[in-house]
């Protein structure tokens, strides 16, 4: 089946320590993005990529990073400057030049304890 | 910058009313409109796609309208049941540049009463 692919489910992390969010689809999609979601919030942008190679900031891209070294791949890692990571993550893609119709994982709860 | 504004934050209904939900942005160069649903814990499903040229879609007892002149789009919801008891997101990516960036709402929490 056709989706995105996001692991881990849940994660704990111990302050000052990186942790690595893995995003994958098999939907041959060209761009992919990096929400982030806190209760009563909208989403909001961190990262986005409409090729392999290369990606921008969105909205609140401070305390994270990206690659883009494969179309299928779109890993987020939450460094230990994001002051507050606690947050659901949610991987999205879509296809250019399509009708733009975005699709989300199942997304990945992050706790710092 | 866009933004997106869902009304109300929270609804609540007994199982069989019809109902809608809301959903206004402040650009109108909005590419599509996208509704979704969230369950708790869950990513987000997509319900509806509005391209900018359309005035409304269906999908078996939901139907999504558009109107770009005002800013607004409303979510149908016929003959409500429990089982759409969830958060109703909306999106709106505005048409600058190359990039399709999208703007959500902070979404409207339905619950439907058996």
């Known amino acids: 089946d056709g989706g995105i692919t996001q692991s881990p489910k849940y994660l704990f992390r111990k302050e000052g320590q990186n942790v690595t969010l893995s995003c994958e689809q098999n939907?041959?999609?060209?761009?992919m993005y990096w929400y982030r979601q806190d209760p009563g919030q909208g989403l909001r942008l961190i990262y986005y990529s409409q090729i392999v190679n290369d990606f921008q900031k969105g909205d609140i891209a401070e305390g994270y990073s990206v690659s883009r070294e494969k179309k299928e791949s779109f890993p987020l890692t939450v460094t230990s400057a994001q002051k507050n990571p606690t947050a659901f993550y949610l991987c999205?893609?879509?296809?250019?030049?399509?009708?733009?119709?975005?699709?989300f994982g199942e997304g990945s709860r992050l706790t710092v304890l | 910058k866009q933004e997106v504004t869902q009304i109300p934050a929270a609804l609540s209904v007994p199982e069989g009313e019809n109902l809608v939900l809301n959903c206004s942005f402040t650009?109108?160069?909005?590419?599509?409109l996208q509704w979704f649903r969230q369950d708790p814990g869950k990513g987000l499903t997509s319900l509806l796609l509005?391209?900018?040229?359309?005035r409304e879609q269906t999908s078996g007892r939901l139907n999504a309208s558009l109107d770009k002149s005002s800013g607004r789009s409303t979510l149908y919801i016929a003959a409500s049941q429990p089982g759409d008891s969830a958060t109703y997101l909306c999106a709106a990516p505005i048409s600058s540049g190359s990039a399709r960036q999208l703007t959500f709402g902070s979404g409207t929490q339905l619950t439907v009463l058996p």
């Open positions: 999205a893609s879509t296809s250019v030049g399509s009708t733009g119709e975005l699709f």
């Open positions: 650009d109108s160069a909005i590419y599509n």
């Open positions: 509005i391209q900018s040229s359309q």
């Open positions: 939907l041959n999609h060209d761009a």
